[in-house]
């Protein structure tokens, strides 16, 4: 006999019961004993609940009561144990679905003379904001973006005040997404394009492939600022890297189209442009670009540079 066995019998013990409601009840505790043992036993409460019913005297109220709070030990561990095995589930599936929302399966960058990289998750929400440049983190100062779907940041990035003196008529936008999934791709490129359109200056969107975006990144800028800067460092073999850093995008273009190069010759992928001069910034050719002292390539007409 166990010590809750034992215990039991001693609270019985001390009560007056009828002896028959005794034997019934010490048979009660027996079963139990028998189902932990792994033998089939009876409803141990229903039993309890009877006795207690056959008689009004408080004692043996008292007395059924008492063996019901003792006796189902076997129940509680095997609640608790159910309870530990739900939450270990719920806190795999927890886990699992926070490494989902904060994976970053997309980058958007946005170069203007601010420089930022937006992380987007899977389900397109942002989930990460970089800036490049001290324009770029007074620009993510201003705005509170992470957490919102990706049309809606870029919306309240554009339409803040502290963007707003990027968006002279002679500004340019170039909009860079970089994404493995082509579905991703094509709806970040989409929104991009539908509030590009309603912009007051010029602007082009257009994909990436991840190694160009990664020699971006580590040189310390946005894709298309970088893209640009190859360009022009293919033209101008007495500029740096970091000189160009320092060049708004239309700066860039402006450069680049003096000496004789293709603005729109840069980019990777098909991209579309808009504002007054479209037709002359459209991402219609594609752009290669490896390293800072790599060599830049424009297919348009223009013919190939090396840097």
Same mark, same amino acid.
């Given at each position: 006999m166990n010590d809750l066995e034992q215990r039991v019998r001693e609270a019985f013990d001390e009560v007056e019961l009828p002896s028959e409601t005794r034997a019934r009840t010490l048979a009660a505790i027996d079963a139990l004993a028998a189902q932990e043992k792994g033998a089939a036993a009876p409803a141990v409460q229903e039993t309890v609940e009877s006795d207690a019913r056959e008689t009004a005297e408080p004692a043996v109220r008292n007395g059924a009561a008492a063996a019901a709070r003792r006796v189902p030990r076997l129940v509680v561990w095997r609640r608790a144990v159910v309870a530990?095995?739900?939450c270990l589930v719920l806190a795999v599936v927890g886990l699992t679905g926070s490494r989902l929302y904060f994976e970053e399966t997309a980058f958007v960058d946005i170069d203007v003379n601010p420089s930022?990289?937006?992380?987007?998750?899977r389900f397109d929400i942002v989930v990460s904001a970089r800036a490049y440049n001290g324009d770029g983190e007074a620009l993510l100062d201003a705005v509170s973006i992470t957490g919102k779907r990706y049309d809606d940041a870029v919306a309240e990035i554009t339409s803040s005040a &502290?963007?707003?003196?990027y968006m002279s008529s002679d500004a340019f936008v170039a909009i860079s997404v970089a994404a493995d999934d082509a579905r991703q791709s094509? &709806?970040?490129?989409?929104?991009?394009?539908?509030?590009l359109r309603d912009?007051?200056?010029?602007?082009?969107?257009h994909a990436v492939d991840e190694e160009t975006h990664a020699a971006a990144s580590a040189s310390g800028m946005g894709t298309g600022r970088y893209q640009a800067a190859l360009q022009l460092l293919a033209l101008d073999d007495t500029l740096t890297l970091e000189d160009c850093a320092r060049m708004s995008m239309r700066e860039l273009r402006d450069r680049i189209a003096a000496l004789g190069g293709d603005a729109a010759g840069g980019s990777e992928g098909q991209g579309e442009g808009y504002?007054?001069? &479209?037709?002359?910034? &459209?991402g219609g050719g594609s752009g290669h670009g490896q390293g800072a002292q790599g060599q830049g390539r424009g297919e348009g007409g223009k013919g190939h540079h090396a840097g």
């Open positions: 530990l095995a739900a930022i990289e937006l992380g987007i998750n &502290a963007f707003e003196p094509d &709806a970040l490129r989409a929104q991009s394009d539908a509030r912009l007051p200056c010029e602007g082009t969107c504002g007054e001069q &479209a037709h002359d910034v &459209a």
